[in-house]
């Protein structure tokens, strides 16, 4: 009997890359294009392996090569309705195009987050494959053929817009700067300008410090924040050496090439003492809030055969508070240990303030774990096993969850902390020009089996996206506060609010057909409406009968773009044929036509070479 390779589950089905690109396609049209979306993009960044580690436990569902794929709209040659043309481009990377050059590499050229997360990767496997990576970057710069590898980021994780650039972005590196609706990739963005814009060089002195260490120095959350108002970029820097985390305010420049007075670039935030995983934070128009979960990186443990990433569940997590222009001045609050890796919103109430002027409390909407469960099953690894008293004895669950912190108070207390709902919620959504503020609804993803703490690792996919009034649930909480921590003011399952539909029900959830799965979604305002959830939700979306019996996509499978009433959370009013499928990825946004004309000049691109 023949024997069958395990397959590793994100390098199958509709978790497998493609290989084509396309270059405006047109889209099949199924019902109204609405008006508002004319001249606008939707683009989802996410990863696309060039070289494919099919082997549980050695690849990650978070590396890969970054791809994004868009839909944008215009108008048809008569004008007389929105027409959708669909484009998917390989962020080009300093890594990428060194792939491209060695076609003989068998494994990618990053180490993979697995190596970290992998109890069976000994000392001697970790330093060989450190060894690959770094000869292969060392030879880089003497290889008259091949781009020098100065960052190791694959630029795979997220997109997001700030003064005039559209920038691609992973914690591994600085973000990268790409050109919308063509998704092709103009270089490196240091903080203050980037490579392939007139006079734009990323080599000057921006992110990180001169040295052999700034590779690592420069590197960039995933998730930085940009204030609707002031139109300032917020940002922090987690690294493997000290001071280990630092903070970055980038202002609008007008597209001047000077530095602006007001620019933070690089500043220490105190109070860490050792290299964490931070992957987002959140920010308040006065206030900035950085995360430090129990979830270390111990190089000590390749010594004892455990992982490097080493999460400690009798341990504490712990929100870093300071106002937005002053780290200095950071307060630290403490609850139990959690994992939270996408926060939803931060904002600060309103009715009092201080004499300085700043808001005496600060509220955060995040999705909060209780295990880290999710980094080992979408490496095909069983998480670990805790003692007693650890979190990682639980059931594992990812919940809306409600933060307010006393900042009046000498003793830094959370005067409030319970989930908002006990339905699964990941992948949040806040419309872009509500962030920061007290926004009544936000959006995120859910699923009708298990939960994210788990699903994803079991193949179970995202198939309900939700809609939450999050100022009825607060307020429901605070009148009747549940139990800290452990308590929920809506304790229905997915099941019950889907299949017991009730008017101004506060959690509203969209379920696909059958064999049906999307991914993150955006939402898109109607022009002129004051109604919040007046608008529509766009997410691709994949039909799973396209895969055979081994699970594998048929060559002709197509994803699908659904634009989503966000109002009844039930009607589809346009299906978008696309010419490919669009394999599961992580986040994207929306990008209006007047961001896409109001973009920088570009002077020359990346171009990725075919051989």
């Given at each position: 009997m023949?024997?069958?390779?395990?397959?590793?589950e994100?390098?199958?089905?509709n978790?497998?890359?493609?290989?084509?690109?396309h270059?405006f396609?047109?889209?099949?049209?199924?019902?109204?294009?609405?008006?508002?979306?004319?001249?606008?993009?939707?683009?989802?960044n996410?990863?696309?392996?060039?070289?494919?580690v099919d082997i549980?436990g050695?690849?990650?569902?978070?590396?890969?090569?970054?791809?994004?794929?868009?839909?944008y709209?215009?108008?048809?040659?008569d004008?007389?309705?929105?027409?959708?043309?669909y484009?998917?481009q390989?962020t080009?990377?300093?890594v990428l195009?060194?792939?491209?050059?060695?076609?003989?590499l068998?494994?990618p050229?990053?180490?993979?987050?697995?190596?970290?997360?992998?109890?069976?990767t000994?000392?001697?496997?970790?330093?060989?494959r450190?060894?690959?990576?770094s000869q292969?970057?060392?030879?880089?710069?003497?290889?008259?053929h091949t781009?020098?590898?100065?960052?190791?980021?694959v630029?795979?994780t997220n997109?997001?817009?700030?003064d005039?650039r559209?920038?691609a972005l992973?914690e591994?590196?600085?973000?990268?700067?790409?050109?919308?609706?063509?998704?092709e990739?103009?270089?490196?963005?240091?903080?203050?300008?980037?490579?392939?814009?007139?006079?734009?060089?990323?080599?000057?002195?921006g992110?990180?410090?001169?040295?052999?260490?700034r590779?690592?120095?420069?590197?960039?959350?995933?998730?930085p924040c940009v204030?609707p108002h002031?139109?300032?970029m917020?940002?922090?820097?987690?690294?493997?050496?000290?001071?280990y985390v630092?903070y970055?305010?980038?202002p609008?420049r007008n597209?001047m090439?000077?530095?602006?007075a007001?620019?933070f670039?690089?500043v220490?935030?105190?109070?860490l003492?050792?290299?964490?995983?931070m992957?987002?934070f959140?920010?308040?128009r006065?206030y900035t809030?950085?995360?430090d979960?129990?979830?270390?990186?111990?190089?000590?443990n390749?010594?004892y055969?455990?992982?490097?990433i080493?999460?400690?569940?009798?341990?504490?997590t712990a929100?870093?508070?300071?106002p937005?222009?002053n780290?200095d001045?950071?307060r630290?609050?403490?609850?139990?240990?959690?994992c939270?890796?996408?926060?939803?919103?931060t904002w600060?109430?309103e009715?009092?303030?201080?004499?300085?002027?700043l808001?005496?409390?600060?509220n955060?909407?995040?999705?909060?774990?209780?295990?880290?469960?999710?980094?080992y099953?979408?490496?095909d690894l069983?998480p670990p096993?805790?003692s007693?008293?650890?979190?990682?004895?639980?059931?594992?669950?990812?919940?809306?969850y409600?933060?307010?912190?006393?900042?009046?108070?000498?003793?830094?207390?959370?005067?409030?902390?319970?989930?908002?709902s006990a339905?699964?919620?990941?992948?949040?959504?806040?419309?872009?020009?509500?962030?920061?503020?007290?926004?009544?609804?936000?959006?995120?993803?859910?699923?009708?089996?298990?939960?994210?703490?788990?699903?994803?690792?079991?193949?179970?996919?995202i198939?309900?996206l939700?809609?939450?009034?999050?100022?009825?649930?607060?307020?429901?909480?605070l009148?009747a506060p549940?139990d800290p921590?452990v308590?929920c003011?809506?304790?229905?399952?997915?099941?019950?609010?889907?299949?017991?539909?009730?008017?101004?029900?506060?959690i509203?959830?969209?379920q696909?057909?059958?064999?049906?799965?999307?991914?993150?979604?955006?939402?898109?305002?109607?022009q002129?409406?004051?109604?919040e959830d007046?608008?529509w939700?766009?997410?691709?979306?994949?039909?799973?009968?396209q895969?055979?019996?081994?699970g594998?996509?048929?060559?002709d499978a197509?994803s699908?773009?659904?634009?989503?009433?966000?109002?009844?959370?039930q009607?589809?009013?346009?299906?978008?044929?696309?010419?490919?499928?669009?394999?599961?990825?992580?986040h994207?946004n929306?990008?209006?036509?007047?961001?896409i004309?109001?973009?920088?000049?570009?002077e020359?691109y990346?171009?990725?070479l075919?051989?």
């Amino acid at each position: 009997m023949a024997i069958v390779p395990i397959q590793h589950e994100y390098m199958s089905g509709n978790f497998a890359p493609v290989s084509d690109t396309h270059s405006f396609e047109p889209c099949y049209c199924i019902g109204r294009i609405p008006r508002e979306l004319s001249g606008g993009q939707y683009v989802r960044n996410g990863g696309n392996p060039v070289i494919t580690v099919d082997i549980p436990g050695k690849a990650h569902w978070y590396d890969g090569d970054g791809m994004l794929s868009g839909v944008y709209f215009r108008s048809s040659l008569d004008g007389a309705h929105l027409v959708a043309e669909y484009s998917n481009q390989y962020t080009v990377t300093d890594v990428l195009l060194a792939t491209m050059d060695r076609p003989t590499l068998e494994e990618p050229i990053p180490l993979s987050i697995a190596t970290l997360l992998n109890p069976n990767t000994t000392l001697g496997q970790f330093l060989k494959r450190l060894w690959r990576m770094s000869q292969t970057i060392v030879t880089s710069y003497w290889q008259s053929h091949t781009r020098a590898i100065k960052r190791i980021s694959v630029a795979n994780t997220n997109i997001i817009y700030h003064d005039g650039r559209a920038l691609a972005l992973c914690e591994s590196g600085p973000p990268l700067r790409v050109s919308l609706p063509s998704l092709e990739t103009v270089g490196w963005f240091n903080g203050l300008t980037a490579e392939g814009e007139p006079m734009g060089n990323s080599d000057i002195m921006g992110f990180g410090h001169s040295g052999l260490f700034r590779l690592f120095q420069e590197m960039t959350t995933a998730h930085p924040c940009v204030d609707p108002h002031t139109h300032e970029m917020i940002l922090f820097h987690s690294v493997f050496m000290p001071p280990y985390v630092s903070y970055s305010v980038l202002p609008k420049r007008n597209k001047m090439l000077c530095r602006p007075a007001n620019m933070f670039l690089n500043v220490p935030v105190p109070g860490l003492s050792s290299p964490k995983v931070m992957h987002d934070f959140g920010v308040s128009r006065k206030y900035t809030v950085m995360i430090d979960l129990p979830l270390t990186i111990e190089w000590s443990n390749l010594w004892y055969t455990k992982p490097v990433i080493n999460f400690d569940g009798g341990s504490r997590t712990a929100f870093g508070i300071f106002p937005r222009y002053n780290p200095d001045e950071i307060r630290w609050f403490h609850t139990d240990a959690c994992c939270i890796f996408h926060t939803v919103n931060t904002w600060d109430t309103e009715p009092s303030s201080d004499e300085n002027g700043l808001q005496p409390y600060v509220n955060m909407l995040v999705c909060r774990m209780n295990t880290p469960a999710i980094l080992y099953t979408t490496a095909d690894l069983d998480p670990p096993v805790g003692s007693d008293n650890s979190a990682q004895d639980e059931t594992p669950q990812c919940r809306l969850y409600y933060y307010q912190f006393d900042l009046t108070h000498p003793w830094n207390l959370i005067s409030h902390q319970w989930a908002l709902s006990a339905i699964p919620f990941e992948f949040p959504h806040v419309p872009k020009h509500r962030a920061m503020s007290a926004t009544r609804y936000v959006y995120g993803c859910s699923t009708t089996k298990g939960c994210f703490g788990t699903a994803l690792g079991q193949g179970v996919k995202i198939n309900c996206l939700v809609k939450v009034d999050t100022s009825s649930l607060i307020q429901q909480g605070l009148k009747a506060p549940p139990d800290p921590i452990v308590g929920c003011v809506d304790c229905r399952s997915v099941h019950d609010i889907v299949y017991h539909r009730k008017p101004n029900d506060p959690i509203s959830i969209f379920q696909l057909p059958v064999g049906w799965y999307a991914q993150e979604c955006s939402f898109v305002p109607r022009q002129g409406s004051v109604d919040e959830d007046d608008g529509w939700l766009l997410s691709f979306v994949f039909d799973e009968s396209q895969l055979d019996s081994a699970g594998v996509a048929v060559s002709d499978a197509r994803s699908e773009l659904w634009i989503i009433d966000a109002r009844s959370m039930q009607t589809v009013i346009a299906r978008l044929v696309l010419p490919q499928r669009v394999p599961y990825g992580m986040h994207g946004n929306w990008f209006s036509r007047e961001e896409i004309e109001d973009q920088r000049a570009v002077e020359s691109y990346r171009r990725l070479l075919r051989k």
